[in-house]
């Protein structure tokens, strides 16, 4: 075996160790906010090897939401309009396969307030796979569809719905999928927010007035 391919597997499980013992901070002992040195000393390394891998908090969570990526069977933006059913039970499979990390990851940006950027990049995609369905809307109307999509299908959801409700996950995917199913088909329709059945827009409550 080459040595870069030993030092590949070596970083790949000092990753995994950091992983593991960030998940542990977060969902064992309940800590938010948590510091390079706590990562460390859970994962049984220095924390000048944290570092070498993540130069702050943001680093880390963003390499965390990277590998759960990873684990996806091909990049979430490659996913086409007609397969968003395939995107949520792709998804989801990785939610299920590794709940804890996901679990840890939804603690930590809620807690912590910080933006990832993968999420923004999710974002994107769902307006992008959207966009073949919301030409008939305005703008913001048309963003907004594609965020309430995003969020019914991301793992924010997935962990109130495991674990604040107890929902089976396989059952949780269904219901998910029907719901964003059920929208896309009504947007293909030409129905949405502000559009009456026949299709036409109705004028906000503000003009009727006038």
Wanted: glycine share 6%.
């Amino acid at each position: 075996m080459s040595p870069a391919i030993l030092r590949n597997r070596h970083a790949e499980f000092t990753r995994d160790l950091i992983f593991q013992a960030l998940t542990r901070l977060v969902l064992d002992e309940g800590i938010h906010d948590f510091s390079i040195q706590q990562v460390a000393d859970v994962a049984g390394v220095s924390h000048r090897t944290v570092y070498r891998y993540f130069s702050n908090r943001e680093e880390l969570l963003e390499g965390l939401a990277e590998w759960l990526d990873s684990q996806m069977p091909k990049k979430l933006d490659s996913y086409q309009p007609d397969e968003i059913a395939d995107a949520i039970r792709d998804t989801h499979a990785v939610f299920a396969q590794q709940p804890d990390r996901v679990r840890a990851l939804v603690e930590l940006a809620r807690g912590a307030k910080i933006r990832l950027r993968q999420r923004k990049q999710h974002t994107r995609t769902a307006q992008r796979l959207m966009t073949a369905f919301t030409g008939h809307l305005e703008e913001e109307d048309a963003r907004a569809v594609a965020v309430l999509i995003r969020a019914l299908a991301g793992s924010d959801m997935w962990c109130r719905l495991t674990g604040e409700y107890g929902i089976d996950g396989q059952q949780v995917t269904r219901i998910v999928i029907w719901a964003v199913t059920t929208l896309v088909d009504a947007l293909k329709a030409g129905k949405g927010p502000d559009v009456d059945p026949q299709g036409s827009k109705r004028r906000p409550l503000k003009e009727k007035n006038r």
